[in-house]
């Protein structure tokens, strides 16, 4: 299993047209075979940073998840949504694993 971090630099005053953004990938995304781990927009701190996160089995698997998403009309529709409003400043991407599994069980206090 590998995870895609997506990192985005978006307009501050463009917040709202973000949030739209990340909702519809949270329609699209899944239904396009990869498990959404969520959206993040800017709360405290910087007004300019954003993440989208999800998983998905390996890099064949990306592969054809990216080709059914740019064939899914809500995705078709995003794209074309962040292009046109252009509230996305910056995107890069990078693939991580997550080397510290098996966690413990989490304690309550």
Known sequence: M???FIRYEIDPFKREEFT???RNWGQAIPRNGADLIGYFAPH???ATTAYGVYSIENLAAYE???ARLAADPLGRENY???RRERFILKEDRIFLTN???PH???VQP
């Open 20 to 22: 739209e953004y990340a």
């Open 64 to 66: 054809a998840y990216r």
């Open 44 to 46: 405290e701190g910087s």
């Open 2 to 4: 590998i995870t895609c």
């Open 104 to 106: 413990a069980k989490q």
């Open 80 to 82: 074309e949504f962040a």
């Open 99 to 101: 080397v510290s599994l």
